[in-house]
Nanobody, 119 residues
Framework: QVQLVESGGGLVQPGGSLRLSCAAS????????MGWHRQAPGKQRELVAT???????NYADSVQGRFTISRDSAKNTVYLQMNSLKPEDTAVYYC?????????????WGQGTQVTVSS
């Protein structure tokens, strides 16, 4: 099984920046896609960004041009650089990873890290 631990959340003013990290540990043979999702109070969890093992990225329209997802495969870590933050970016941010397990694949989620954008 793979465990994911996020870090880097906190309180930031509108227009500010934060960098989230998510490190995977455990019995890792190969991690395929990694991603970030977020859930604001009273709302459903939504996709923020994903990155494949080959480095292809995908972003939600609401963060395109402001957020950048990247990964360090040697460290089994995915990052989310968030710039020009807005109050509507306030949410709990979760990372996830899809990894090889035997002949199939499994998915793991982190516990989440709070991001609050407020003056």
């Amino acid at each position: 099984q793979v465990q994911l631990v996020e870090s880097g959340g906190g309180l930031v003013q509108p227009g500010g920046s934060l960098r989230l990290s998510c490190a995977a540990s455990g019995r890792i043979s190969r991690i395929n896609d990694m991603g970030w999702h977020r859930q604001a109070p009273g709302k459903q969890r939504e996709l923020v960004a994903t990155i494949t093992s080959g480095g292809s990225t995908n972003y939600a329209d609401s963060v395109q041009g402001r957020f950048t997802i990247s990964r360090d495969s040697a460290k089994n870590t995915v990052y989310l650089q968030m710039n020009s933050l807005k109050p509507e970016d306030t949410a709990v941010y979760y990372c996830n990873a899809i990894y090889q397990y035997g002949l199939g694949a499994l998915e793991s989620w982190g516990q989440g890290t709070q991001v609050t954008v407020s003056s």
